[in-house]
């Protein structure tokens, strides 16, 4: 639960600026590249928010690319009320789904609904980078939880 909440805050610090404003907009159609976008380091690599804002269909929304050194994982698979699809575009590693472990290579996407456990970890020898879209309507209510006693996030 403690990693959990140190990469949702981590997420959080990355998509805000200093005064705590959304710094990246998804509220006008843009093209941004990553010099466009600040990176947040972690202990676990780097991410980078290119999208954080809500869009008129969208509510929450994040749009980014995260770069995990080999053998590292932002945090163990985890669950959530929003829709997620992770692409990983360099590296390899291992994709974890339900229960479900396989090996996640490049041009592999992921999609979990909502509160599917899922995640990605890099592989020992092997940095890991993926581009994420997570996201929930904006004018739907998110489903229920179907387990509410189940952990948002598993521990080894």
Known sequence: ????????????AACSGADGDVTNSAGDSAILSQSDVTADTAP????????????????????????????????PPHRHADEEYLMVTKGRGEWYLNGE???????????ARAWDYHGVKAAEDSPLE?????YSSRNERAPTDPNPDLPEELTP
């Open 1 to 12: 639960m403690k990693k959990l909440i140190l990469g949702a805050a981590l997420l959080l």
């Open 44 to 75: 676990w690599g780097t991410f980078f928010p290119y999208f954080t804002e809500d869009t008129h269909i969208l509510r929450p929304v994040l749009v980014g690319v995260a770069k995990i050194d080999a053998g590292e994982e932002i945090h």
């Open 101 to 111: 472990t396989r090996p996640a290579k490049e041009g592999d996407i992921l999609f």
């Open 130 to 134: 993926f581009v994420v879209f997570k």
